[in-house]
């Protein structure tokens, strides 16, 4: 069974992996459009400094979304090594 698991849990990986490269694309895209790194952007927007353009709910929930997805990533690479190392 424990091969199954970990064959499983590194499918799920390869999943968050593929989120991850397409959220990040169109994280870019913003970055690209509006000269400002996401990082700035969601600060200044989060503190009410941007005004209330749809874009920026837009790039809010995918800078959002990347971080759930690098997060889910990164529990998924911990149980496969711990995976890795009891079986």
Do not use: H, P
Not at 15 to 39: N, P
């Amino acid at each position: 069974m424990g091969t199954g698991l970990l064959k499983s849990l590194e499918r799920e990986s390869e999943m968050c992996r593929i989120a991850i490269a397409d959220l990040k694309s169109r994280v870019q895209g913003f970055e690209t459009r509006y000269g400002i790194s996401s990082e700035n952007f969601y600060r200044r927007f989060t503190k009410g400094e941007l005004g209330d353009d749809l874009d920026y709910f837009e790039w809010k929930a995918l800078i959002e979304g990347l971080q759930e997805w690098e997060k889910t990533d990164r529990e998924l690479k911990e149980l496969i090594d711990a995976q890795r190392s009891t079986g």
